[in-house]
């Protein structure tokens, strides 16, 4: 049985005072629930949140990675500095990482590599822009972010990947796919996992959905049955809206 799993992706906010009254809040009052709640603070308020959710269920990941082991990369992090502060599992390939600094498909098959070398777990964003739906060719740009970042991977990779489909269009703009259009997605991602490895890599891999799930959203999204839950910006900022979210599910 594959995953659910609600995410919250913090992006660049939350100072360290900030981070540990919203890990606080969440650590208080998490609902009982059987999937996974991760949370996803800036690089520098990891540790301090990993070590208030030790006795938590609630994972703390991070936002990005370089590929490097180490050396003379000013400003990056690297996946033994991750794991050294405790995170396990990392967010690659998110559109704001691909639009503002530059990450190509052939980086980001970098990243995965890098991450799973290390016995870490990818979650790896994808989805297509607003201009290749209208144009009717967001099957076509998921399927080569798909091949050309991870189909280099043995099928027994995907026991540590996580897919987050993620249409730009929908990434903190208020405009959510619809039920019917992230099913439809989600089931074209679960078809294309199926064709490229098995049967059982594509029933077994978790695929979230990502762009401006709400709690007044949620529910309608997770009942889709490819969707296994979602991977949340702007609503996972408010304790009480990421705890309605992981409610829906
Ligand atoms: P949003 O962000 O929920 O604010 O749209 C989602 C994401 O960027 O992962």
């Not at 690659?92 to 600094?101: I, K, M, P, Q, T």
């Not at 490229?196 to 029933?203: I, L, R």
Request: hydrophobic share 40%; aromatic share 8%; charged share 25%.
């Amino acid at each position: 049985m594959r995953k659910k799993i609600v995410a919250g992706n913090w992006k660049m906010n939350n100072d360290l005072s900030a981070t540990e009254e919203l890990v606080a809040k969440l650590q208080k009052k998490l609902p009982e629930t059987d999937a996974e709640v991760m949370v996803a603070p800036a690089y520098t308020n990891l540790f301090t949140a990993f070590e208030a959710l030790r006795q938590s269920p609630i994972e703390v990941i991070a936002q990005n990675m370089h590929f490097a082991e180490n050396g003379a990369y000013t400003g990056e992090i690297s996946a033994e500095m991750l794991k050294s502060v405790g995170v396990q599992t990392v967010i690659l390939g998110h559109s704001e990482r691909r639009a503002y600094f530059g990450e190509t498909d052939d980086i980001l098959a970098k990243k995965v590599d890098a991450a799973l070398a290390k016995d870490m777990t990818v979650m790896f964003c994808f989805g297509e822009e607003l201009n290749d739906r209208k144009s009717d060719n967001h099957f076509k740009v998921v399927e080569s972010q798909l091949k050309n970042a991870l189909f280099h991977l043995e099928s027994s990779a995907f026991k540590h990947v996580i897919l987050a489909y993620e249409p730009v269009w929908a990434i903190g703009t208020g405009e959510t796919a619809t039920p019917e259009q992230a099913q439809e997605m989600h089931k074209f991602i679960r078809e294309t996992l199926a064709k490229q490895y098995n049967d059982t890599v594509a029933e077994s891999t978790s695929i979230l959905y990502g762009g401006s799930v709400k709690p007044t959203n949620a529910k309608e999204i997770f009942s889709q049955p490819d969707v296994d839950g979602g991977l949340i910006g702007g609503a996972a900022l408010k304790a009480s809206d990421f705890i309605a979210i992981i409610e829906a599910i």
